[in-house]
């Protein structure tokens, strides 16, 4: 099993330009998330889909938008890339989103950086 | 007030040290309760779950107090590989979506010195 797999690791982008983040889990779970990562402000849920079909926002959508293409996958767009946006992404996936100790497994992260 | 507080460190402590950390959460709707590690430019993973009666992993123990909303992981016999940032995370219920939600403290960083 892969778990949880994000592409591209590294990308660097010129204000304005727009770009999609990728996820995908082999895992079979329903939750799916996108978190940043930034210095001193721990991690931030952009967006989470409870389930196949669900998409809702966390605490910082702005500037984001996401498809839950299927139960295995959860992409995260950038439509017009700002220097507040770069940061670490992480992915996550659970079994669903809470009511038990249900485990978050986490992607290896995608470092952006807007110039 | 962030609704998961944990002191940011760094802790310094001699290998074979035992070191404590502690996490604070507001909300008395919190449910569920984790222990995660994450390496410097890595992604966090779990290291333990944490139970009311507390639970025990090797040289890890962790427990939770629910009449004080704080949860504290102990290490004993500290080695070199545990130098990592270790955050506390909390699940509650509900939110204004009516979903269960995962909130994240920002981590205490742990250096384990030879």
């Known amino acids: 099993n892969a778990g949880v797999t994000q592409t591209p690791k590294f990308q660097v982008l010129k204000t304005g330009q727009s770009m999609t983040l990728q996820c995908a889990q082999d895992m079979n779970h329903n939750s799916m998330y996108w978190y940043r990562q930034d210095p001193g402000m721990g991690l931030r849920l952009i967006y989470y889909s409870a389930s196949e079909g669900t998409t809702d926002k966390g605490e910082v959508p702005n500037g984001y938008n996401v498809s839950r293409l299927n139960k295995r996958e959860f992409s995260l767009r950038l439509e017009s890339a700002a220097p507040s946006q770069t940061s670490v992404y992480f992915c996550a996936s659970s079994e669903s989103m809470g009511g038990g100790y249900n485990e978050q497994f986490f992607g290896p992260g995608t470092r952006l950086t807007v110039l | 007030r962030k609704e998961v507080e944990q002191d940011p460190g760094p802790f310094n402590v001699p290998e074979g040290a035992t070191v404590a950390f502690n996490c604070t959460y507001s909300?008395?709707?919190?449910?569920?309760f984790f222990w995660y590690r994450q390496d410097c430019r890595k992604e966090p993973k779990l290291l333990m779950s944490?139970?009311?009666s507390g639970n025990e992993d090797g040289r890890f123990t962790a427990q939770l107090n629910r009449a004080s909303q704080y949860i504290s992981l102990l290490i004993r016999d500290s080695k070199l590989s545990d130098s990592a940032t270790y955050l506390c995370v909390v699940n509650r219920y509900p939110t204004t979506s009516g979903t269960y939600k995962y909130i994240f403290g920002t981590g205490t960083r742990l250096k384990v010195l030879a």
């Open positions: 909300n008395s709707a919190s449910q569920s």
């Open positions: 944490v139970y009311s």
